[in-house]
């Protein structure tokens, strides 16, 4: 069967298990959401909840950007535990791994009636009907495709959190992940009226205070190895004299991977003690999530991250150790 028709086959099975399921929706998505995970979670509620009479809660306990809470109302996401006879569908964007349920893993695996919405590397299975499309940058775009097919109404306000997933994800159309689709989907919410200048001032002209003063703490203590390697340690102090949550420090390892020369990058931020969460980036060539992978984690080919348990030291020694490895192996195939 081609990849069109068993998008087309899934698409439908979507379609019918929404119409045919009870009232009750959960959207679920992973810890510490980014704009594209919470662009599919806003849209998928508005278009149940407007065009299929559904009642939908979309669930998370983390904390948000103040980007995102400018785009989002934030106040709608439940932090609560939830009763799976409580939930008759249960749906799951931007959410890779089960892991990155948080808390909510065990309702997911013991719910009979999930769905998965995806679009990264498909390295675990974990929902009954599963839609992932890696070719797509963001979720927001395997979103897209699943409601034209479904005849959805896109207001001005599902296109607007569509296009805000697609242009965070795609980091503004310069990721390596960005693709002819992705301008396609661009032009299609665009026409729909999404409120581009909206979400440009609110995720690319959004340099607050907190914005400012953690970027000079980055300028400070970034260290960069043989002109290609660049990183920096952020611990809970570091946090806690900056008065700012981890989020705050979201676009670190972006901003190092764009110096002029510096092919890898990474932000390694201490979550608790011998706890560590690498963020890797790299430039086009340097695929970088299989280097991550080593270190038991994964993402995408450019942007990916792992967490280690041990000390700062080690963290740092383990962190570089694939960095180098990525650019050996990469430039061995030159
Ligand atoms: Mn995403």
Redesign the pocket.
């Known amino acids: 069967m081609n990849k069109n028709k068993q998008y087309k086959n899934l698409f439908r099975e979507i379609k019918k298990a929404i119409v045919m399921s009870g009232n009750n929706v959960a959207i679920l998505m992973h810890i510490n959401p ?1 704009i ?2 919470l662009g599919s979670a806003f849209a998928l509620k508005e278009v149940l909840e407007g065009q299929f009479n559904k009642t939908v809660t979309i669930f998370n306990t983390d904390t948000y950007t103040n980007s995102s809470k400018k785009i989002f109302d934030i106040s709608k996401i439940k932090k609560s535990k939830f009763n799976n006879k409580d939930i008759d569908l249960l749906i799951s964007v ?1 959410v890779s791994t089960r892991q990155r349920l948080g808390i909510y893993q065990e309702n997911y695996e013991q719910h009979p009636n999930t769905i998965k919405i995806d ?1 990264h590397l498909n390295i675990d299975s974990f929902g009954k009907i599963e839609l992932v499309n890696s070719n797509y940058s ?2 927001s775009e395997v979103l897209l495709e699943l409601f034209k097919f479904m005849k959805v109404k896109f207001t001005e306000k599902i296109a607007t959190y569509l296009y805000a ?1 697609l242009s965070a ?1 795609s980091g503004s159309f310069k990721n390596a992940n960005t693709n002819y689709q992705s301008f396609e989907h661009a032009l299609f919410l665009t026409k729909l009226n999404a409120d581009r200048d909206f979400i440009n001032d609110c995720i690319y002209r959004a340099e607050d205070m907190e914005y400012i003063k953690v970027t000079k703490f980055l300028y400070n203590h970034f260290e960069i190895i043989d002109g290609q390697i660049a990183y920096v340690v952020v611990t809970l102090k570091d946090l806690e004299n900056l008065g700012v949550d981890r989020q705050a420090c979201d676009g670190f390892s972006s901003k190092l991977n764009s110096i002029d020369g510096i092919k890898v990058a990474c932000s390694i931020m201490e979550v608790k003690e011998k706890e560590y969460k690498i963020s890797f980036r790299s430039r086009n060539d340097y695929e970088i999530s299989h280097f991550a992978e080593i270190l038991g984690g994964g993402g995408h080919l450019n942007a990916a991250g792992a967490t280690v348990y041990c000390s700062k030291n080690l963290a740092k020694q383990k962190a570089i150790t694939v960095m180098k490895e990525c650019i050996i192996e990469t430039e061995a195939q030159f």
Request: aromatic share 0%.
């Open positions: 980014d594209d995970c931007d679009h963001s979720c997933g994800d």
